[in-house]
């Protein structure tokens, strides 16, 4: 039922994704049809009702597991949809988190997910040979699809090997951190959040005359890493997968940080 929940999802996802193509949607109603899909599919099986911090795991109960991992699919959908503005970078990291949960999923033993996860690889592969080059893109309906059907996949793993909630943050940690730090920016510049720009830091690097490849590879690279670090945190015992996340994104936001610094003294950030 949860894989057949999250492909019903996904094709909701897919629809909302092509009208907005089609018509150009306004962002709060679109962003309530994300929540009402993803609250569908979570209360079908597809959500977490455990929540770890170091070695203490908290019971969520039903309710709160769901809109928790409601919140998650929501989240990862549009972090995949905001940062696919680069060639080759939302689906380069696309196909990385992709691969990474295949062979991590691969490893223990639940071949159903890992099966799901190279199918979308293997497409996403495809893609970038046109994506990449700047001839073919993806979309709202092509991103918002990814986004929801790799956060859903990540979800089922988590809730049937009852793994780490913090591995599912790690393997998405490029787009994460990325969105994460540029709403706590506009926010804190109290612009609408909900209004479209150009202050992400893929963005600025393109305006600093960063070529798309090396953006796109810069957070492939970023991806791969908190792969690396999800794949990790098995060896250690419980609790290794909070303090690499934690440990990690601190170093992303040290790293953006700066960057957005140096991109306001030089002129490509306001």
Not at 84 to 100: I, T
Not at 175 to 180: E, G, P, R, Y
Not at 198 to 206: D, K, N, P, S
Request: proline share 3%; glycine share 10%; aromatic share 12%.
């Amino acid at each position: 039922l949860p894989v057949l929940a999250l492909a019903c999802g996904t094709l909701a996802i897919f629809i909302i994704g092509v009208w907005d193509d089609l018509v150009s949607l306004p962002a709060l109603p679109k962003l309530i049809a994300m929540a009402v899909v993803s609250l569908a599919v979570t209360s079908l099986g597809l959500a977490m009702t455990q929540f770890d911090i170091g070695r203490h795991v908290f019971e969520l109960g039903l309710i709160v597991g769901i809109a928790g991992s409601a919140l998650w699919l929501v989240v990862v959908t549009n972090s995949v949809n905001f940062m696919d503005g680069s060639d080759g970078l939302a689906m380069g990291s696309s196909l990385a988190e992709a691969a990474s949960l295949s062979f991590l999923a691969f490893l223990t033993k639940d071949y159903t997910v890992a099966a799901l996860a190279l199918i979308l690889a293997g497409a996403l592969l495809g893609l970038l040979v046109w994506n990449g080059r700047g001839k073919l893109f993806a979309g709202d309906a092509g991103a918002l699809f990814v986004g929801f059907y790799l956060g859903g996949l990540t979800l089922l793993w988590l809730s049937k090997g009852g793994h780490s909630v913090w591995i599912g943050p790690l393997l998405f940690i490029g787009f994460l951190a990325d969105v994460f730090m540029t709403l706590i920016w506009r926010a804190v510049k109290r612009r609408n959040l909900l209004t479209a720009h150009r202050e992400h830091v893929y963005q600025i690097m393109l305006k600093a005359g960063v070529t798309h490849p090396v953006v796109a590879w810069i957070f492939v690279w970023v991806t791969l890493h908190g792969a690396l670090f999800a794949g990790i945190s098995f060896m250690f015992p419980p609790g290794a997968s909070t303090v690499l996340f934690a440990g990690y994104f601190l170093l992303l936001m040290i790293i953006n940080r700066r960057i957005r610094r140096s991109a306001l003294e030089h002129g490509h950030l306001e």
